[in-house]
């Protein structure tokens, strides 16, 4: 092992030359550069084109485990240092198990913690990162001091105190994703170490029949006999068995399959691919004429990795998995991935009562996010239960990828179902009280539909105004935060299309904050933001949410009296401290947005401001008067509400 370590060299405020010290079990690659009092400590991996310069500020000291990734820079000014663990002074301090991923950098003085993460592109610079602390990707870290144990999300600019104390905890997932990381670069640096050892090496070579063979398997599970079973299915056995999974199989005859009660096959015990093949073929034989699936199963863990229908009752074998490399589709723990659901088939009965046609729709994951559905075939059978046999092998035949299943108007030419009946990890959509049926079908009673004739309404008033609706989501944590994740943009044939794609967005993402986004395309700013969907499933309610636009009013005036919704409206926001103002428009001005501004109400009285807002609505009879919101402090509109209608 080549390592470049060179000595500090000499300046000004440092002519002792110190040189680097890496403890004998640590892996620096050739490719990297260590310069001045670095100390590296046992089992620590230096990745290659990183750059530790201890050429200013010194020393630097890398606690054991710990991973410094390809394109860190570490640095120190020469004024200022941290304590160490071990109480000694430090321009850079990192700890044990710590993973330091790519290209971030630590400039010193610089405190990271023993299990910490500081994610992708990330800097830390005059601060201390206290134990067990996971700072994600592109985060700004300066000036201040993170308490252990906390998250920090994407993107975060952390630049004083406050911000730090506020920070969420890190959680259970994310302590097992850095560990995750800490062990996958330990393999590493095992290997890299093992490649540079020809006593290690060549036995692996061996193994592999070969310098250069590239299977990267072991020979007892390559198979070269003749088989009636597709290539594809060989190899996914090949590599089941390589992964230390067991192999399973199960079969239905059509009956069965069309409720989902499959019966186990006989136990397989082999352990090489060519006995597990003729095991398999002679299952096959035993059950001609019925369904036959393959399991790959995690014993360890006690869930089924794979179910792969390879025999169908006309004796065809289902095409494989659809990337063509025959990787192991992970099914949902402990059950099936059959579209086959009474929920589902009641569904598909209620389109078939209504004179509905039946159609399908795939995408894979990056289809997905850009909305790029791919058009399947459609469906026609004699009854549900027909159409679910079809179901299940179109989802079959798109494992890996997105289904969902479409119920369509042909006499008016439009959707009126969009409903995912598969995911890429093999879960099928939860189907009860989630029924995405748009109006034209009746929702289940209880359903947590998002298509609610308010939100009908406001998308309804977006579209009028040429505006364009985009959605965002949050997990819990996130949503503390303020770090919304955007969604894919929609656009529709009309109303009921839009919050038919909002319905499946909401489903997709259960168990998380969801919001609609109005957005002006010609000034570039948002005029909506509205929550309709939170984690416990329940749908915001439409007139609480801060607003942009204009909504669809829950206020009609045509008297010039008000009613109590809009002095509920104007008693919560004197309430919060906000100013209470109002616009006008006529038809033509509010085809246009551009609204007039009435007199200020300066009143801060219940009384006087409802009597204001009704002298407004007299002075503009036949007009647009919409209710303004205003938070001086931050200057911008908290609510905008129509109160009144030509």
């Known amino acids: 092992m080549a390592v470049r370590g060179l000595a500090a060299p000499p300046t000004p405020w440092s002519k002792n030359l110190a040189e680097p010290k890496i403890d004998p079990t640590a892996y620096v690659h050739s490719f990297s550069n260590i310069i001045g009092d670095v100390r590296i400590g046992a089992h620590v991996l230096v990745a290659p084109g990183t750059s530790i310069r201890a050429d200013e500020g010194a020393p630097f000291a890398i606690g054991e485990n710990s991973n410094i990734q390809d394109g860190v820079v570490i640095h120190g000014l020469e004024e200022g240092r941290v304590k160490g663990d071990d109480g000694q002074s430090y321009s850079v301090w990192i700890g044990k198990n710590s993973s330091i991923t790519h290209m971030a950098l630590i400039h010193g003085p610089a405190y990271v913690g023993d299990n910490c993460f500081i994610g992708f592109r990330s800097t830390v610079f005059n601060s201390r990162v206290g134990n067990g602390c996971i700072i994600m990707m592109h985060v700004l870290i300066e000036d201040v001091e993170i308490p252990p144990g ?117 136990p397989i015990t082999a352990k090489t691919t060519g006995e597990v093949v003729a095991a398999l073929e002679a299952c096959l034989r035993d059950h001609g004429g019925e369904y036959v699936r393959l399991l790959g199963i995690d014993s360890k863990n006690k869930r089924r990795v794979l179910e792969e229908i390879i025999q169908r009752p006309d004796g065809a074998v289902a095409p494989k998995s659809s990337n063509g490399k025959g990787s192991v589709s992970v099914a949902a723990p402990g059950g099936s991935a059959s579209v086959a659901s009474s929920d589902l088939g009641g569904q598909i009965g209620d389109l078939l009562a209504k004179g509905y046609k039946i159609g399908t729709e795939y995408a894979d994951t990056r289809r997905f996010r850009t909305g790029s559905w791919r058009s399947g075939p459609s469906i026609s059978g004699s009854g549900a239960a027909d159409i679910l046999s079809k179901l299940d092998a179109i989802a079959s035949e798109h494992q890996g990828e997105y289904v969902r299943l479409i119920g369509i108007d042909p006499k008016n030419k439009r959707r009126v179902l969009e409903e995912i009946i598969q995911r890429p990890d093999g879960a099928v959509a939860p189907k009860a009280g989630t029924a995405k049926v748009s109006a034209s079908v009746a929702a289940p009673a209880g359903s947590a539909s998002v298509a609610s004739s308010s939100l009908g309404g406001q998308i309804g008033d977006l579209l009028a105004k040429g505006y364009k609706i985009g959605t965002e989501h949050a997990d819990v944590r996130r949503f503390r935060t303020g770090s919304w994740r955007s969604g894919p943009s929609l656009s529709g044939s009309g109303v009921a299309d839009i919050l038919s794609k909002l319905d499946a967005i909401a489903s997709e993402h259960q168990g998380e904050y969801v919001r609609l986004i109005g957005i002006d395309p010609k000034n570039k700013r948002r005029v909506l933001e509205e929550i309709i969907q939170r984690p416990d499933g329940k749908v915001a309610p439409t007139v609480s949410a801060p607003a942009s636009a204009s909504r669809p009013s829950t206020a009609t005036v045509s008297s010039g009296k008000l009613d109590n919704g809009v002095a509920d409206h104007v008693r919560g926001l004197l309430a919060k401290g906000y100013k209470i103002g109002t616009e006008h428009a006529d038809a033509r001005r509010f085809r246009t947005g551009s609204w007039n501004s009435c007199a200020p109400i300066q009143s801060n009285n219940i009384s006087e401001v409802m009597a204001a807002l009704d002298g407004c609505l007299n002075e503009h009879r036949g007009e647009y008067v919409r209710l303004i919101g205003i938070d001086s402090k931050a200057k911008r509109r908290v609510l905008e509400e129509i109160i009144q209608r030509p």
């Open 150 to 266: 906390k998250y920090v999300p994407s993107g975060s600019i952390i630049t004083n105190q406050q911000q730090a104390d506020r920070l969420p905890n890190v959680t259970d997932a994310d302590l097992s994703f850095a560990t995750h990381v800490i062990g996958v670069n330990q393999s590493l640096k095992a290997g890299y170490q093992c490649s540079e050892n020809s006593s290690c090496i060549n036995p692996i070579r061996n193994e592999s029949g070969g310098v250069g063979n590239g299977s990267g398997r072991d020979r007892s599970y390559a198979y070269t006999g003749s088989s009636n079973l597709a290539a594809e299915i060989v190899q996914q056995i090949g590599d089941l068995l390589a992964k230390g999974y067991k192999i399973g199989t199960e079969h239905a005859d059509t009956r069965r399959f069309r409720t989902g009660s499959w019966r186990s096959g006989a």
